[in-house]
C-alpha cells in the first residue's frame, strides 16, 4: 500500500465514523456534513508534499470523529428545541444545556419545576371526577392551594363548579408558559455561549481549545 | 501552585475570551466576501489571531446557517471537489453590525480603563 492509499484509507475510515456517529441528524443535512468535511480535508492536504503528513495533521484537528459528530449536534440541538413546541425536546434539551453552565441549569429548573406544575394541574382535572369533595383548591388549617386534606370538612375550598375548567385553563397555561419562556431563553443565549466549552468536551481532546490557550 | 493556578485562570480567561468573540469574527469575516471554510479559517488567523480549530468552525457555521444568519451554496472548483461557500443573509449582516457596535463601544471603554496599567507595564517594559 502506497503513502497516499494509506491515507486515503484514513480519511475514509474517518469519514464513516463520522457518518455513524452523525446519529439523528436528517440525511440531506449528514450528507452535506460529510461532503464538506471531505472537501475541507482534500483543500487541506491539497498543496503539501507531505500529504500522508498533512492528512494526519487535518484530522486531528478536526478531533475525533465522534467529537466532530458531538458537537454538530449539541450546535444543532439549542436551535432545533428554540423552534419547538415538544416539552419532551425541551426538557431533554435544557439537560444537555444545563451541562455547559449556570444559564442552561437555570433552563433546566425553569423546565423542570414549569412543567411539573402543568402536569400536575392535568392530573388532578382527571382526578376531580373521582374524588370531588377531597381535592380542590383549599385554603384553612392544613394548607393553601391544590390539595387532597386529611379533614376537609376544616378547610374552605374555593373554586366549586369551576374547579374542572380552571384548573384544565391554568394547566394549559403553565404548559404554554413554559414552553415560550424556555425556547425565549434557547433563542437569547449570549452568542458564543452556545459553543460548548471543556466542560462538554475534555481539554485534551480539544486541539483548538489547547490552541487558543498557547497562543499569543 | 498558588501561581500555577493563577496562570491557568489567565490562560482560561483568555479562552474564554476568544472563544466568545469567535461567533463575531466569523460572521465580520463574510462581512466583505463569500469564503468557504478553510478560508474562514485562515482569515480569522491571519487577521485576528483566532485559532480556531477545523472541528470547532464547521458546527457553529452549520449552527449560523440552521439560524438564518448565513447561507451557503455548493461551488464547483478548480480543485476537482466542490466547496460549500458561506455568505451573510440580511439578518446575518444585521447581527454582525450589532456585534460590531457592540464590542467597539464595550472595547472603547475598557481600553480608558485599562490604560493605566498598560501604561505603566509598557513605560517600565521601555525603561529596562
Not at chain 2, 485562515?42 to 472541528?55: I, N, P
Request: proline fraction near 5%; hydrophobic fraction near 45%.
Amino acid at each position: 500500500m502506497t503513502p497516499a492509499q494509506s491515507s486515503d484509507a484514513r480519511i475514509e475510515t474517518y469519514l464513516s465514523r463520522l457518518e455513524s456517529a452523525l446519529r439523528g441528524v436528517s440525511s440531506d443535512h449528514k450528507d452535506d456534513i460529510l461532503r464538506e468535511i471531505r472537501a475541507h480535508i482534500m483543500d487541506s492536504a491539497e498543496h503539501s508534499v507531505d500529504h500522508a503528513g498533512a492528512v494526519d495533521r487535518v484530522l486531528r484537528l478536526l478531533g475525533t470523529p465522534e467529537d466532530l459528530a458531538a458537537r454538530y449536534s449539541t450546535e444543532c440541538q439549542l436551535e432545533r428545541a428554540s423552534r419547538s413546541f415538544s416539552p419532551w425536546l425541551i426538557l431533554r434539551t435544557c439537560w444537555q444545556w444545563a451541562k455547559l453552565g449556570v444559564k442552561g441549569t437555570l433552563a433546566f429548573f425553569v423546565a423542570v419545576i414549569g412543567y411539573s406544575v402543568a402536569l400536575s394541574f392535568t392530573v388532578s382535572v382527571f382526578l376531580k371526577p373521582f374524588m370531588p369533595t377531597r381535592l380542590g383548591w383549599f385554603s384553612g388549617p392544613e394548607g393553601v392551594g391544590l390539595i387532597i386534606p386529611r379533614h376537609p370538612e376544616v378547610m374552605h375550598e374555593w373554586l366549586g363548579n369551576y374547579f374542572i375548567p380552571v384548573i384544565a385553563a391554568a394547566a394549559f397555561l403553565s404548559a404554554i408558559g413554559t414552553t415560550q419562556l424556555l425556547r425565549w431563553m434557547m433563542r437569547k443565549r449570549a452568542p458564543g455561549l452556545a459553543i460548548p466549552t471543556e466542560r462538554s468536551f475534555p481539554v485534551a481532546q480539544m486541539p483548538g481549545e489547547a490552541a487558543i490557550k498557547l497562543r499569543g | 501552585m498558588a501561581t500555577n493556578s493563577n496562570g491557568d485562570r489567565g490562560q482560561n480567561w483568555e479562552a474564554q475570551l476568544r472563544k466568545g468573540c469567535l461567533e463575531m469574527a466569523i460572521l465580520a469575516s463574510l462581512w466583505q466576501a463569500r469564503l468557504y471554510g478553510l478560508e474562514i479559517l485562515r482569515a480569522l488567523s491571519e487577521t485576528s489571531q483566532l485559532e480556531v480549530a477545523e472541528g470547532t468552525l464547521y458546527p457553529i457555521l452549520s449552527r449560523l446557517k440552521a439560524e438564518g444568519l448565513l447561507d451557503s451554496e455548493w461551488v464547483e472548483a478548480e480543485a476537482g471537489h466542490p466547496r460549500k461557500y458561506y455568505w451573510l443573509t440580511a439578518p446575518g449582516r444585521r447581527r454582525a453590525r450589532e456585534m460590531a457596535g457592540a464590542w467597539n463601544e464595550f472595547s472603547e471603554k475598557l481600553t480608558v480603563l485599562v490604560q493605566p496599567i498598560v501604561g505603566v507595564s509598557g513605560a517600565g517594559g521601555k525603561e529596562r
